[in-house]
């Protein structure tokens, strides 16, 4: 079974259209406006192993906020239709990833239940044109819209692109990981009986 979705939002700010795959292999296609995000995408399809097409248009020429937000929205909503019912998954996942001077953990629950934690602290304001009070709101809609808790912990780290990097990389692994079947689980990882 295909564990895929595409997502189209079109508001007065922004054109959306996403796809993800997430038995995928790390294809990605990217036109979204914002080169830092789309570097950050990358990454994150590469190391989660998901296929990801995001094609956007957004007012940029304010700044990238509603382009990053809306993205995250899309992100997460195409993330909740692929997983499907999530009988099966491992639901937890959990990734460490230096990067250079940075180390980052993200831990998820695919739970149904959105909640960020994000004990992060950013030394510079922009990396580039991009602001970086934009990551937090990227992973707040992220998870607000897959229904997944997310805790970010960044250890250490003072170069803020690769603070950033380790997280988007942690992300994706722990999102991998979260999401990927486990042969020995049967119907739903939950004493419930639904996530």
């Known amino acids: 079974m295909s564990r895929e979705a595409s997502i189209k939002r079109k508001t007065g700010e922004t054109d959306i259209q996403l796809s993800v795959q997430l038995d995928g292999e790390g294809q990605i296609e990217l036109n979204t406006g914002v080169p830092f995000l789309e570097h950050m995408l990358h990454l994150f399809a590469k190391h989660g192993q998901f296929d990801l097409t995001v094609q956007a248009e957004g007012d940029i020429e304010v700044d990238a906020h509603h382009t990053t937000e809306d993205i ?3 992100l ?13 998954i491992r639901r937890y996942g959990s990734a460490i990833v230096p990067m250079d001077d940075a180390l980052a953990q993200v831990v998820v629950d695919l739970s149904n239940r959105p909640h960020l934690e994000y004990r992060v602290e950013l030394p510079s304001e ?28 960044v250890h250490y780290g003072h170069n803020t692109h690769h603070i950033i990097e380790a997280i988007f990389k942690a992300c994706a692994r722990a999102l991998r990981e979260a999401a990927s079947i486990d042969p020995n689980q049967r119907g739903l990882m939950s004493t419930k009986g639904m996530l």
Do not use: P, Q, Y
Not at 76 to 88: H, V, Y
Not at 145 to 150: L, P, T
């Open 76 to 88: 997460g909503e195409a993330f909740k239709r692929a997983l499907g019912s999530k009988e099966g």
């Open 72 to 74: 995250a929205i899309c």
């Open 126 to 153: 922009t990396v580039g044109t991009f602001d970086t009070e934009l990551v937090r709101e990227f992973f707040w809609k992220l998870a607000l819209e897959a229904r997944m808790n997310v805790h970010i912990v």
